[in-house]
C-alpha cells in the first residue's frame, strides 16, 4: 500500500510541477540532493526511535529494533527517497495516475547460485540528474571537445542552448546554435543529448553531452522528416 501511495504521490508532484505557472526548464530537479535529504530526514526519525527504546527499554532492545529496521523498513525508505526524486519535468505534460508500483524488478536468467536467480530493481522516474545542463539553459556556452583528434567541431566553439524538446521515451535534447565564429554570426543548427550513462560529466563537473547533425530528408508521402546523426561527444564550459 505504502507503495502504491508513492506512486500516485509521485505522479501527482510530477503533475503539479509541469503544469505550474512558475514553470521554466532552466529550473530542474536536483536528484541527488533531494535524495539526500529525504535519506536524511529518515535516518533522524530512525535514531530518535532508537533513543526512546534505548531510554524507555535497554540498548540491547534498541539495537534489536534498529536491526530489524534495516530491511523492509529501509528498502521502503530507499524507494521512498529514489522514486520522489526522480521527477521527469515536461512542460505542460499531465501523466494518469495509476496503481503502480514505484520500481520494476527484473531477473538475470545468465546467472543462477544457491538455486536462485538474483534480481535487479529498477526505480521509475528520470535517473539523469540535468541540474547540470539545466542551468544553463538559453544561455551561451563553450563546446568543448572531448579530443581534437578527428574532431568535429575541431576548437572550442560558441553555442547557445535555445529550446529543450523531448523525443523517444521523452529523452531529453537540446536544439542548439552553433556559432561559426563568437557569440555572433552565422550559425549551425544542432541537438546535444545530455550523456546519461557511465561518466556524465567532468572532473570540473562540466556536463557530457552528445553533438548531432540536424538534417531534413522526405518520406515516401513527400512530408519533411528531420535526421539526427551523431557526430562526437563534447562537454559544456562557461
Excluded at 519535468?89 to 544457491?114: A, C, H, Q
Aim: hydrophobic share 40%; with cysteine.
Amino acid at each position: 500500500l505504502f507503495f502504491f501511495g508513492i506512486s500516485i504521490f509521485a505522479t501527482i508532484l510530477n503533475n503539479a510541477l509541469n503544469n505550474s505557472s512558475f514553470f521554466t526548464y532552466k529550473k530542474t530537479i536536483d536528484i541527488d540532493r533531494i535524495t539526500k535529504r529525504i535519506l536524511m530526514y529518515y535516518g533522524i526519525v530512525f535514531i530518535i526511535q532508537f533513543v526512546l527504546i534505548a531510554y524507555e527499554y535497554s540498548v540491547g532492545s534498541a539495537l534489536f529494533g534498529l536491526a530489524k529496521s534495516v530491511f523492509m523498513p529501509g528498502l521502503i525508505v530507499a524507494v521512498c527517497a529514489a522514486r520522489l526524486s526522480r521527477l521527469r519535468l515536461i512542460e505542460g505534460r499531465w501523466n494518469p495516475v495509476k496503481m503502480e508500483l514505484p520500481f520494476v524488478v527484473f531477473g538475470k536468467s545468465d546467472t543462477v547460485y544457491t538455486g536462485f536467480t538474483p534480481f535487479n530493481l529498477r526505480i521509475k522516474g528520470a535517473s539523469f540528474n540535468e541540474i547540470y545542463l539545466s542551468k544553463h539553459y538559453q544561455e551561451y556556452v563553450k563546446l568543448v571537445p572531448i579530443s581534437n583528434r578527428n574532431s568535429f567541431i575541431q576548437v572550442p566553439r560558441w553555442a547557445y542552448l535555445e529550446k529543450k524538446i523531448h523525443l523517444k521515451n521523452d529523452d531529453s535534447y537540446y536544439i542548439t546554435r552553433l556559432y561559426h565564429d563568437g557569440r555572433e554570426g552565422d550559425f549551425d543548427t544542432v541537438l546535444l543529448k545530455p550523456k546519461a550513462n557511465g561518466i556524465t560529466r567532468t572532473k570540473n563537473d562540466n556536463p557530457l553531452v552528445g553533438l548531432m547533425d540536424i538534417s531534413h530528408t522526405t518520406d515516401r508521402n513527400g512530408k519533411s522528416k528531420k535526421k539526427y546523426k551523431f557526430r562526437e561527444w563534447v562537454y559544456l564550459k562557461t
